[in-house]
């Protein structure tokens, strides 16, 4: 059994962390998206599945481009952070199964079955992306999660010919919150939970 984590650390990840809307113009090295990687697969996926591809566009170009595929909200978000991560998920990520679930044959339980590999998928790499949040602001960085993009777009640009999808995109960086609004409400223990 393990003590629970100081409240330091709690705060961090959790209480007082913000989403990343602005970012210092600091980059980001290249060791520490491979740190990230690295403590992020750790997290739990049903049958160890890890559908969760990851590309960073760290090249301005790279930025650019999948700016023409988000919200004109988001597009300036992308173009400005250091990094820009898109989450996808890999549809085939059942053919690694031998390897990453070897005790069984979890590769016959999705072999055909188009329906369960799309929902494991999507399921799967979106605790990934959690998973990925929570790292990078225990490694010091924030980030900034968003939907408001043309997956399909997205798709086409940086997964054509491949078996993935896009998930979500996260804007990733060392957050500059000068001019951020106050934290908004989150629900109560009683608004959206019960016990039975």
Known sequence: ???????????????????????????????????LWDLMKWGPTSANQMPARIIW?????????????ASGANAPKIKAAPVTAIIGMDLEFYEKLP???????????FVGNEPLIRESAFRNSTLQGAYFVVAARLLGLDAGPMSGFNAAAVDEAFFAGASIRTNFIATLGYG?????HPRLER??????TQLR
């Open 1 to 35: 059994m393990f003590d629970a984590l100081p409240d330091a650390v709690l705060d961090r990840v959790f209480r007082t962390a913000r989403t990343a809307n602005h970012y210092l113009d600091t980059p980001v090295p290249e060791a520490l998206l491979r740190d």
């Open 57 to 69: 566009c760290v090249s301005q170009e790279a930025k650019d481009r999948l700016a023409d595929c």
């Open 99 to 109: 390897k990453l679930f070897p005790h069984v044959d979890a590769r016959a339980w």
């Open 176 to 180: 500059d919150f000068s001019n951020v």
């Open 187 to 192: 629900l109560s223990f009683e608004d959206a």
